[in-house]
């Protein structure tokens, strides 16, 4: 079976206000997995709650199709680093697509950076969208409108290696950008600008998403100490892996293991 990269976005562990007040989902996009890694959805669990709250988006190289149902918004949006301040105004519905990197610029031909760490509307890059009979549906409706549009813009579209590349990476991390240059056959300038191009990022900061997103994915699925991880996904010392897995969380990895014992127990 092929490796597919599915990145890890915990919001309800990480946020305790979150996780009482925001349901989150996702399904596989089996249909679509050439391009798109998930559906997923957010709903306020009581419209009662008129309050604030802080949305926490781990960083994952991904750029989603989102929707905000309740102020009835459309466009792609993308984070290369995470956002921890990300408010949410409830009660609250929306929902999205997470596309595969790299598969925004070759389903669109847009430049990825005009969508990484920005909102681009979605009538920028469709006019023929038709957002008011969109948004005058109800919110299930809509989710299977939201899934068949989805499909006519992934329709006919070719898969190339910039959005094979974190599948081909995402268990076995490299240790340095070369090995992305060798695979590709592109110069460390060359691929500088395709890797912007392509994903919004450069090759060393694909290279450090990978790498974390390994180091999540491990902790949350696997009984492996911080120490084993170290080993796998190749650090240089355990206080860089600490540190960097801090600035991309909030927290160290001890920190987050406690976080999921907390739950399971109060469950």
Known sequence: MKNLYYPVQIPYILSKEFSENIKYSEEIALDFENFVICFWEMQSVTEQNKSTIENIIITDGCIDLVVDF???QIGFSGMNK????YRVNLP???MGARFKPG????????PA???MNTFLPLKEVDKSFNDSLFFSLPFFEAKDYFKNYV???????????????FDRFCEDVPKFCIEFYKMLHFSARQCQRLFLKNFGMSPQLVLCVLRFQKCLKLLTSKSLSPGEILDTVKYYDQSH???DFKRNIGLTP?????KYSEMSTTK
């Open 70 to 72: 309740t102020t009835k």
């Open 82 to 85: 995470t956002e921890f301040h």
């Open 92 to 94: 609250f519905q929306s």
């Open 103 to 110: 598969a925004f610029y070759a389903i669109t031909s847009i």
């Open 113 to 115: 950076t005009e969508a």
């Open 151 to 165: 499909g006519v813009l992934v329709k006919d579209k070719t898969v190339n290696e910039f959005v094979t590349l």
């Open 241 to 243: 892996f600490i540190k």
């Open 254 to 258: 001890v920190e987050l293991i406690r």
